[in-house]
């Protein structure tokens, strides 16, 4: 994978896209080297199972990158379940400005993500720990301006593990693919009981060079504090969600 082919590939695919705003000579670089790191570290761990440029490109950069736009100016941000960077490590290259914290509860994960984070001269810290476990924590409990998460878990499981981290008057950013609308029916009540209520939500292609996929971006904002009892413990959460 040279430097040259990749630019060429990230230029048309984030045009593509319509992500063009993001189509810098420092970013295309910093991205380039961290799809070299990534897949070198793949070798040994399992990151990721995209290992081709023609897949990470569009279906990890693009696809992360689409909600830089709707985080507001210095916001600080929790990416939940970061796992091997997404979709904190391409916000961090595209929007400097953030404050952006990485938890995940697989320990070599993180030290990766703050490796490569570090290397790449990123603003990022990242967490070891379990989400439901930290989010009863003073330091992180109703914190940040806006949580994001991608390929977690179903939408009913993942906002209790996440509203509990979003302040209020702050947003929760759910990444989903094809079946987001449906995941969120499911979801409804729980939002409510969590101090949420429905911002709304973004349904778009994702495109690669010759195909595209689907994806639902659920936002919901935070209008009340999360009861004391939530999260609940994780097998309790999967097994009876609200």
Known sequence: MDYLSF????????YKNRL???IT????????????KMVE???????????TMDKIIPLHYADCVKAAALIPQNATVADIGCGGGF??????????DLNLVGIDSTEKKIRYVQNTADELGLSVTAISGRAEDLAKQTDYRDHFDVVISRAVARLNVLDELCMPFVR???????????AGQEELSEAM???????GQLQGTDEYSLF???????????????????PKEYPRAFGVIKKKPL
């Open 189 to 195: 009540n729980g939002i409510q009981k969590l101090g």
């Open 87 to 96: 979709p904190i490590l391409p916000l961090a290259i595209v929007r400097p």
């Open 7 to 14: 630019r060429e590939y990230f230029i048309r695919i984030f």
């Open 168 to 178: 209020v008057g702050g947003r929760f950013f759910a990444l989903k693919g094809a």
């Open 208 to 226: 690669t060079a010759d195909d595209e996929e689907k994806r639902v971006m659920v936002r919901i904002d935070k209008i009340s504090a999360t």
């Open 20 to 22: 063009e705003t993001y």
């Open 41 to 51: 570290t793949n070798k040994v761990m399992n990151i990721t199972a995209l290992t």
């Open 25 to 36: 000579e420092e970013h295309i670089r910093k991205f380039y080297d961290l799809t070299v």
